[in-house]
């Protein structure tokens, strides 16, 4: 198609691009193709390049004499608690290591301070409104996890330093009833954007009316980086404490996507008030996590040297689907109105964003054809996207051809969609 931009289109033309493309969309749904790109999950070629992490454990002896086999350690050994300080810039200190999901551990700190609270403030449970802080588009999860506790969240705009902090500082320093706020600090899910030393110095200096405000930090991406220039991301513990703030942030981390999903190795780093908190709480919940599953993933991953070679390995498998996505996506919107996205140095998705009001139209098409996407509305809290316009491309798990043939589909019905809507004016 030319490069003609579809909102400058006169009726004839639309006419006769809509009938192409149903030509097009037909012939597609006719193939009886059946592709699932609904969430980030691995490839099986990436998952054979962690194969190693399966293997057994021979010496589970630690540098502590302790042997690893039995109950004990309930904040993960120390071992482990090195190898993130390292791969991460952080303190071995400040780590406590969970088990097998961050998103655990996230769950897990809300639910605390909604029945326990938090440096002798009220429980949240204890209060008339109990609000969160949601930058998007954003994570889904995140979001899942205040709807299911009744938390009431705000939507925060992403620009291309990070949340739109001139409203985030207005709004915590106004009202107290906002108690935290969820951050995807480097590629973020879904736009692959990452936060400036600004924006993080900016969430940590903040004025904020609740004295128990937290940030829950998960830099899930911190290690997926697609290019050899690495984004570097400030670290938001050291800036807190500069700020005068060490209790507002709970940094959240995990192996699931270097290694196996399901079967890594989570943390979360915190302040020395936090790290009590979330121990005395984790002693009543359960007698320690997985020490010999730590004790796997490090016989694997070694230390920060060799994880990084690691991740080249993943970044080389996943940037030809990238390089696919974005592609086909400029050679048939560059110009034309019909979507803009984003382009990530890193993560696992990209974020495009169809004409006003045609995402779930979009999605729908696509499924009825046979390629399943994130359901729209997803990446906003409450599955309320306001403009009915963001999607998530999900490009890491279906083969390099299946994923051609389902970004074909996909673009096929983007147009589609916008020109229906435009005829319909």
């Avoid at 900016?202 to 004295?211: D, G, N, S, T």
């Avoid at 070694?302 to 592609?327: C, G, P, Q, W, Y």
Wanted: net charge negative; charged share 25%.
């Amino acid at each position: 198609m030319s490069e003609q931009n579809v909102l400058e289109m006169s009726q004839a033309e639309l006419l006769e691009l809509s009938a192409e493309l149903e030509e097009q969309y037909l012939e597609f749904k006719n193939r009886g193709v059946k592709l699932d790109m609904s969430r980030g999950r691995p490839s099986a070629a990436q998952l054979d390049i962690a194969q190693g992490a399966a293997e057994g454990v021979e010496n589970y002896i630690g540098i502590n004499k302790f042997d690893y086999r039995n109950y004990g350690i309930l904040d993960g050994i120390p071992e482990m608690k090195q190898y993130f300080a390292e791969l991460l810039g952080l303190a071995p200190e400040e780590i406590i290591v969970g088990g097998n999901a961050s998103l655990n551990l996230m769950y897990d700190s809300m639910t605390r301070l909604l029945l326990k609270g938090t440096a002798g403030n009220k429980p949240w449970k204890d209060l008339a409104e109990v609000k969160f802080l949601c930058p998007c588009p954003g994570y889904d999860r995140h979001f899942a996890i205040c709807e299911h506790l009744g938390i009431k969240m705000i939507n925060i705009p992403m620009t291309s330093t990070g949340p739109d902090m001139d409203m985030v500082e207005k709004l915590v320093a106004e009202d107290a009833s906002i108690k935290g706020m969820w951050c995807v600090p480097l590629y973020s899910n879904p736009e692959g954007i990452c936060y400036s030393d600004e924006t993080v110095d900016r969430l940590a200096a903040m004025k904020c009316a609740a004295p128990d405000f937290r940030i829950f930090w998960d830099n899930a991406y911190g290690v997926h980086h697609l290019y050899d220039e690495e984004t570097q991301l400030k670290n938001i513990l050291e800036a807190c404490r500069n700020a005068g703030n060490p209790d507002r942030v709970l940094y959240f981390f995990s192996t699931s996507k270097i290694t196996f999903p399901g079967a890594g190795v989570s943390m979360v780093a915190a302040s020395e008030n936090n790290r009590k908190e979330i121990l005395k709480t984790m002693g009543i919940q359960t007698i320690g996590y997985d020490k010999m599953n730590q004790v796997r993933t490090l016989n694997f991953l070694k230390d920060a040297a060799n994880t990084k070679l690691h991740m080249k390995k993943l970044a080389d498998s996943l940037r030809e689907k990238f390089d696919i996505v974005l592609t086909t996506l400029e050679r048939n919107f560059a110009g034309t109105g019909f979507a803009t996205w984003h382009t990530p140095r890193g993560g696992y998705f990209v974020a495009l964003d169809t004409m006003p009001g045609c995402a779930k139209e979009t999605i729908r098409l696509a499924a009825d054809a046979g390629v399943k996407l994130t359901e729209a509305g997803a990446t906003f809290p409450y599955h309320n996207d306001p403009n009915d316009s963001n999607i998530r491309i999900a490009p890491s798990f279906p083969p390099c051809s299946e994923l051609r043939e389902a970004m074909y589909l996909l673009c096929i019905c983007i147009k589609l969609t916008a020109v229906r809507k435009l005829l319909m004016k």
